[in-house]
């Protein structure tokens, strides 16, 4: 088993819509969570980061993390053409970035 | 943030042959990685360079096939050695420390290789 597992989609939703994207782990130690964005031919920069259980919004996204279930998602509010890209969730057993275990991505389409 | 830079951007390359991937940093960071990215699958760590010692590997990793260089705190190499078609994959750079935060990694815009 992956200590993390994502879909890889690929979903594509209209413009407009509210997208979820969510991933599973196994590994109870894992604190600090992070969602990655990676446009195409680019390298992925980090979108969200939360520590612990709990919700964290900025703008049209929101991270929750339910440590109990083991399961992480990020909401995407009046999806935009614009977020069209893969998704990347990440997460780490402590603060450092320095080891930091990824999903494999969950490619994202949004029509206009 | 940072800018980071990797060279070649993309490159074809006959089996057997080898490749050195550059990343460069426009500031001085504590810690760099490689990473591999393969079609539909997650970002592997192959290693971190040390800078003035030699790299970390990954379970799975070896120093002959992947040799890296870190001479200095902006500087990185990766060589993919006796190149197969297995290894036909996205290679990135990723960097965090120093003038950056630690809690992230800032990711080069990667090489893609292809091997024939």
């Known amino acids: 088993q992956k200590e993390v597992e994502q879909d890889p989609g690929p979903l594509s939703v209209p413009e407009g819509a509210i997208v979820s994207l969510n991933c599973t782990y196994s590994n109870s130690a894992f604190q600090y969570f992070m969602w990655y964005r990676q446009y195409s031919r680019k390298g992925p920069e980090l979108l969200m980061y939360t520590y612990s259980s709990g919700n964290k919004e900025d703008g049209r996204f929101t991270a929750q993390v339910d440590k109990s279930s083991k399961y992480i998602s990020l909401f995407i509010r009046d999806s935009q053409p614009s977020d069209s890209a893969t998704y990347l969730c990440a997460m780490s057993a402590d603060s450092s970035a320095s080891k930091i275990i990824f999903g494999s991505g969950t490619r994202l389409s949004i029509r206009p | 943030s940072a800018v980071i830079s990797q060279k070649p951007s993309r490159d074809i390359c006959q089996r057997g042959t080898s490749l050195t991937i550059q990343c460069q940093v426009d500031?001085?960071?504590?810690?760099m990685f490689w990473y591999r990215q393969q079609p539909g699958q997650s970002l592997t760590l192959i290693a971190t360079?040390?800078?003035?010692?030699?790299?970390?590997?990954e379970s799975g990793f070896v120093i002959d096939k992947f040799p890296i260089s870190r001479p200095n705190l902006t500087f990185s190499t990766l060589t993919v050695s006796n190149m197969s078609p297995e290894d036909s994959s996205i290679y990135l750079c990723?960097?965090?420390?120093?003038?950056?935060?630690?809690?992230?990694?800032?990711f080069g815009p990667g090489t893609r290789l292809t091997v024939l």
């Open positions: 360079a040390n800078q003035g010692s030699e790299a970390t590997y």
């Open positions: 500031s001085q960071v504590t810690m």
């Open positions: 990723s960097v965090t420390g120093g003038s950056l935060s630690y809690n992230e990694q800032f």
